[in-house]
Nanobody, 124 residues
Framework: QVQLLESGGGLVQAGGSLRLSCTISGRTSSNYQMGWFRQAPGKEREFVAAVSWNSHHTVYADSAKGRFTISRDDAKNTVYLYMLTLRPEDTAVYFC?????????????????WGQGTQVTVSS
């Protein structure tokens, strides 16, 4: 089993930035590809960003391109999501997810492990 714990959420003004962290514990392995998803009130969960097991491949949702950066530090068993130029529409609960495999996936159904989420609120 793999446990994921997100942190770093909070309240920020539009145009501000946040760094989310996801700490991985349990049956850890660097051969997991990691993803970030988010769910806004009244909406379905959606893909944000993902990174391959070796950091060579990343993929972003259109809404995240140019503003968000996903990275991983396997020595610290941590995945990060750097979010810049935040907008009110970025308000959501952000979830970290993991799946064994080589390439990042945008499909939440392919992820086996999920964190509890961290709230991000962007005020206008």
């Amino acid at each position: 089993q793999v446990q994921l714990l997100e942190s770093g959420g909070g309240l920020v003004q539009a145009g501000g930035s946040l760094r989310l962290s996801c700490t991985i514990s349990g049956r850890t392995s660097s051969n997991y590809q990691m993803g970030w998803f988010r769910q806004a009130p009244g909406k379905e969960r959606e893909f944000v960003a993902a990174v391959s097991w070796n950091s060579h491949h990343t993929v972003y949702a259109d809404s995240a391109k140019g503003r968000f950066t996903i990275s991983r530090d396997d020595a610290k068993n941590t995945v990060y999501l750097y979010m810049l130029t935040l907008r009110p529409e970025d308000t959501a609960v952000y979830f970290c997810a993991a799946r064994p495999g080589w390439m990042p996936s945008t499909d939440e159904k392919e992820y086996d492990f999920w964190g509890q989420g961290t709230q991000v609120t962007v005020s206008s």
